[in-house]
């Protein structure tokens, strides 16, 4: 089946135990995302990245690293987590943006409580 | 700064009733503006892609750059409308900006 698949999907950590956050896709996808969905704030994007071993800054990218060594990973990493990143974390991928059909595929996502 | 606004953190339609959804964004260029959508329990999915042209379940979204506005519609609301729908821009191509939501409850 088609998918995007995250692990963990809940976590509760302490503050500064740095954790990741697996993330990996079957669909041959070259784009991949990590957002946050915080209430009243919506989705934020925290990395992107076009293809492997491109990386980038979304909006709120403070505080996490990313990785793409290969196409269908791209773990989400907190080397040193703090409680205002408590949130839940969604991954996401694309075959691409440009074509009308390009489309992100979601992750279920994960709830990341930091204490 | 890019943005996307919408002002409506929730919004309840009996059955039956027309629904918009507003959404405004702020965007040096041309736009690629989505709509997403989270129904309970499911993982969030694209509804529809100003692009594509596509109508989903019965909505449609129209751009007016005028107005920088793509406000989604749907001429009579069914109760499995009832999910949380974000406007998303896509930035420069690369990345995206998502407003902060609407809940729409459709009441039977």
């Known amino acids: 089946e088609a998918q995007v698949t995250q692990n963990p999907r809940y976590l509760i950590t302490v503050t500064g135990k740095k954790l990741t956050v697996t993330c990996s896709q079957n669909m041959n996808h070259e784009y991949m995302s990590w957002y946050r969905q915080d209430p009243g704030l919506g989705l934020r994007q925290i990395y992107y990245s076009m293809n492997v071993e491109v990386t980038d800054k979304g909006d709120v990218p403070e505080g996490y690293k990313v990785s793409r060594k290969e196409k269908r990973n791209f773990p989400l990493i907190l080397e040193s987590p703090s409680p205002n990143q408590t949130s839940l974390y969604f991954c996401a991928s694309s075959l691409g943006l440009a074509a009308a059909t390009d489309t992100q595929y979601f992750g279920p996502g994960t709830r990341l409580t930091v204490l | 700064a890019q943005r996307v606004t919408q002002p409506e953190k929730l919004l309840s339609v009996f059955k039956g009733a027309p629904v918009e959804l507003k959404c405004n964004y702020s965007?040096?260029?041309?736009?690629?503006l989505f709509w997403y959508v989270q129904y309970s329990r499911q993982r969030l999915q694209l509804l529809l892609r100003?692009?594509s042209r596509e109508s989903i379940k019965g909505f449609t979204a129209d751009l007016n750059k005028g107005e920088t506005s793509f406000h989604l519609k749907k001429p009579f609301a069914q109760e499995e409308d009832s999910a949380m729908y974000y406007c998303?821009?896509?930035?420069?191509?690369?990345?995206?900006?998502f407003g902060p939501g609407t809940r729409l409850s459709v009441l039977p």
């Open positions: 998303a821009l896509l930035n420069y191509g690369q990345n995206f900006v």
């Open positions: 965007y040096s260029g041309s736009p690629e």
């Open positions: 100003h692009i």
